[in-house]
């Protein structure tokens, strides 16, 4: 973070205001994600970062070139006065609770003012800020028709337009724009999909002739890289290509994609793969949209994850368009039994590289110097969470078939784990050990197999206090109150939410992140349309889906702690019952024994974290013949039961 | 239940039939609720009663002259083939789970088939018996417009039209309907209520003008009587009278209400005590509509409480509604101070008459005889459901301004509190005590200063079985789980409710009704918006608001188990939770320590069932000055710490 980046964005956001000035604007909504609602970004779409300097992977910002003097905002759920908010500058930046203390340390506040999205909305915020009849400029291809739906109602109450906008008006004035990137369309094998393309394109086909559907528009590359079974590398820690999927009642694909991707060998060997599909130019899309609209076809579009221009066009040309959740989005959370078998070897992979992490940095804090990677000796005192971070990478690039990681490592020492989204690669400088008794790492691994994702957090140094003992118990109750709970068909994640708060809330505190989030096989780490958090996990969790467990608690400036496991979905084998549905734990990996408070534990808690341990070093320690001595005497001590 | 009472409903079916030709309709959907939506019902509206002779209250009815051969019907979160249900008759009967055991016992199933509508729609059931484009016809009046929606959407997938019905053509065929009932309004003095009539309709009006909202129409009989501090007499267990209201920024409020209810001297005194309201026949509503609607004016109308037709015929006359949760909706359920006053003296009256009940049926099982309420000598053989649900009111009633039950008893032996709703009045033979280990009450009173609203379920003979006590243990984990829960503010029922069932999913068990449900001041014993359940129940729970918790347990056949107390939702008193909310008991009634697996309870669970009893006894010992020897002994007995 220097003064130059805040210097070039601060003539990026005048240049900005021009163009708001220029189409007669009051006021521009910039939402984070691209055209796809992908939240992982390509450099050419990181526009939030460009103008504010904010790396997180969502949020909006709000320019405003008219504004009024707003009365003080009224923040949701308020406890004094002291919560409600002053408006100070033309703009904001506005982000989830995970990001409420990274925005703080990455925003100029002398410039925008940050808000927590839960208590202020981007909505509530232009409507207190503009004078009514305002016209608020808005890019339809980067948020989804749901969101713009709720937008304009919300925005209605203070009598403020929505402006589409035809160009995006800060790409109008981003001078050194990265170029779109274009990774060649790569075949993802049936050995480990699973279910061929033609059989997925088969029951899409079924579904939409039982639903009286022509056709369905599928705009998440994810989906459509699914329902081809192929994969790419168009951005970091997500293997997809960019590309968009119409799906007929007939079985006909219509696959639109920049052609660049695909050489002429890869499109004769995909038709082998995938059987015949119509390929177009991507550009061409919105033509397609209007002769779809035209032809009296009936086409079902997911409103939550297609974007509103492509609505726009769709209403626009009179089309019939049925509204609901993705055809494709069930049938691709639900693993079929090559995914679950593939899952469990990328987590068996992923086990062994993290305990043998583990055993490095237990040796490391015993020790005062050891040898890094590049063979030369470091003091403790040396090693950042830069260095962490590659050694955790590196334990899992020696296991065979690793693509990448499946998301930027999160590699915290002490007060940065409170930023529960921290990337040491994104300050001026990562925080060294030494210190800080406590080190955060979230990381995980796109293999060939599958997809893995887990945080552990632990003791690495002194001044532990017993406050933090006290909290990390808790996570770890709330962890294990979730991960042990038998529920049956039809519960959604929404219901089981609270299981894991409880323990946490007891003691009047809590976390501002989900409490867990659908995983891809081999596609998004954060992959629906399940998850398990207090709003809109209304889909119930089946048999064969993955799902993250994972509390936390974050002091600000302190300390943050995080315990994450991935979960298969199971029918419960217990007695009795077996109709029910229950967590089967994927990761394998010891949680830190030595931070718990052993005695508030109950005899339930500490059996279900003594069989979990037992099953990581059983398993472990027949899969990895290559561990050492030192790293079989880690894990034998780790796993002991408590 | 006799045959007579059978082969009436059955005359009545078959014109019924004849007016579905006669108005070329296909089928008719009958609804449970009145046209206040209301589901305790006058016996003018007892439809479905008379039409099948099932008497729980909530349902539908589905009659069909012109059914296809229809597939077995798909049954929601089926385990395997033996759940599919097959079609057998022309008419249909859909209950909840908790009445799933009772219908079967009150309806014909030679002439309906029975179904559970979490697993069957009525939706779903007519799209599978009905030929495409075939004509339902709906009494508009008897249905929300949220369901009206709902319904249409479903029906439009096999292209079935919903016809709303000019007259409910049940009631023209019913040829002994009794008369509406028309009961005398009364004033609900300020000392009650604790808000001046002036004051909230201050409040609304403000909050109408707020919302640039020019009137909004209150069509709740309960709302209105809590706006207008009234009560009445219409209908049993509910003290209201059936009006509607329309209320308009201005503050002016205008009440349709059959004059009948209102004597001279009423109306002179209504004027003191709610300040000036223009007061309209009842009858003329729909013109009232009519006008509102044509002039301009923007109405807000709640469409979950609003019955259907009084949204057709505003729209059908243009007017521009906005929709939302009911204005009063909230201030209602956000008890003030003088109304949880109230309730808390209401609940001690309601704990003294329950702990001497229990005291009394306690006696009683260990007596061979005792001398009931007329003074004559009875065996325990003798004393049967009906005697036990009199002895419960009696208590009540001998304490100060009881007015009545909030609804029916459920006094249910053994194999009887299988049913939910089980209501022994309804049953040809009542059942008598002797044989079984457990008697299940679920009671409650409308007393001037507040509604209680409890259930116990308690040991009274031989033959119980460590199952019955395991499964008293888990319901009563379930309600400790939940009840000790502390949570921030901003959580809602659904996020709340698994709490509850997780103790019981651990054994593969489950209850098919909410965990708990709002609760009226001497108004609705159910009353939301809030509630505690697997759906729907997304409003917060607030400081003030009343719920009752009451998982449970039901083995068909053998027993019911429920245990049900009301709690305050106030701010958490607990070091460093200040900011945290938390449920504070109204109820003072003791648990059956007798049925209690001791050693499945953690310290934590006992310790909170210790100090509720302590305080049981202490709050009880106290107040009751009147309670004899026996009934303090038993009160000691029942508390003492486990």
């Known amino acids: 973070m220097t003064e130059t980046i805040k210097d070039d964005a601060f003539d990026l956001l005048e240049a900005l205001k021009a163009q708001l000035k220029a189409h007669e604007l009051d006021a521009i909504l910039i939402p984070h994600n691209d055209e796809y609602l992908s939240s992982e ?20 910002v709000c320019v405003c070139i008219n504004r009024e003097d707003a009365l003080p905002l009224e923040v949701a759920n308020r406890k004094d006065e002291s919560d409600l908010r002053k408006i100070e500058h033309e703009q904001a930046v506005f982000v989830d609770g995970r990001y409420k203390v990274q925005v703080k340390e990455q925003v100029n506040e002398d410039v925008y003012d940050c808000f927590n999205f839960a208590e202020i909305t981007p909505a509530a915020y232009l409507c207190a800020i503009l004078p009514k009849k305002s016209r608020v400029g808005v890019d339809l291809k980067c948020i989804s028709y749901q969101y713009y739906q709720d937008l304009k109602q919300a925005l209605s109450i203070a009598g403020i337009e929505i402006v589409p906008l035809e160009e995006n008006l800060l790409d109008l004035v981003w001078e050194d724009r990265p170029k779109a990137v274009c990774s060649p369309v790569e075949i993802f094998p049936d050995e480990y999909n699973g279910c061929p393309s033609m059989q997925k394109r088969q029951a899409l086909a079924q579904t939409l002739r039982d639903r009286s559907l022509d056709a369905t528009i599928i705009s998440s590359p994810e989906t459509v890289c699914w329902l081809l079974n192929i994969r790419g590398r168009d951005r970091d820690f997500l293997p997809i290509i960019n590309c968009r999927l119409v799906a007929y009642a007939n079985e006909a694909l219509e696959w639109y994609v920049n052609l660049e991707h695909l050489s002429d060998e890869v499109q004769a060997s995909l038709e082998d793969h995938v059987g015949h599909i119509d390929i177009f130019p991507e550009v061409g899309f919105d033509d397609v949209l209007q002769r779809l609209s035209s032809s009296n076809c009936t086409i079902y579009v997911d409103p939550r994850n297609t974007n509103a221009h492509i609505f726009d066009v769709l209403y626009s040309h009179g089309a019939k368009v049925v509204k609901g959740l993705g055809l494709c989005e069930l049938p691709k959370a639900r693993k079929n039994a090559t995914e679950l078998a593939g899952e469990h070897k990328a987590h068996l992979k992923d086990g062994v590289a993290m305990c043998r992490f583990q055993a490095w940095l237990d040796d490391l804090t015993k020790a005062s110097n050891i040898t890094d990677l590049e063979g030369y000796q470091r003091r403790v005192e040396d090693i950042d969470e830069a260095v962490l971070a590659e050694k955790a990478e590196y334990f899992r690039r020696i296991e065979g078939d690793f693509i990448e990681p499946s998301f930027a490592t999160i590699s915290a020492l002490g007060p940065n784990a409170a930023m529960c989204h921290y990337n040491h690669a994104e300050v001026a400088t990562a925080r060294k050990m030494g210190t800080d008794p406590l080190y955060l790492i979230d990381s995980g691994a796109q293999f060939l197999e599958g997809t893995t994702d887990i945080t552990r957090t632990i003791l690495v140094g002194p001044n532990l206090t017993e406050e933090m003992q006290l909290m990390y118990t808790l996570v770890l109750k709330a962890h294990i ?24 809330w007891e003691y009047g505190c809590d976390y501002e992140h989900g409490t867990g989030h659908g995983v891809g096989h081999v596609l998004a780490v954060h992959e629906g349309p399940h998850n398990i958090s207090t709003k809109s996990s209304n889909i119930p969790l089946e048999v064969g889906m993955v799902t993250s467990i994972e509390p936390g608690y974050y002091e600000a400036d302190k300390y943050g702690i995080r315990l994450e496991n991935l979960y298969e979905v199971c029918p419960c084998s217990q007695q009795g019952c077996q109709h029910m549905l229950c967590f089967e734990p994927l990761t394998l990996v010891p949680f830190d024994t030595r931070l718990i408070l052993r005695e508030l534990l109950t005899p339930a808690e500490r059996s279900w974290l ?33």
């Open 41 to 60: 970004l390509t450099p050419d779409c990181e526009r939030i970062a460009t103008l504010t300097n904010f790396t997180g992977s969502a949020g909006f």
């Open 481 to 504: 109150a979730l991960a042990s709970t038998i529920f049956p068909p039809g519960t959604c994640g929404m219901q089981l939410d609270a299981i894991a708060r409880r323990p946490l």
């Open 610 to 642: 003594n069989d979990y341990h037992q099953n990581v070093l059983s398993v472990i320690k027949n899969a990895a013949s290559t561990l050492s001595d030192m790293e079989v005497s880690y894990l034998t001590t780790a796993t002991a039961a408590i």
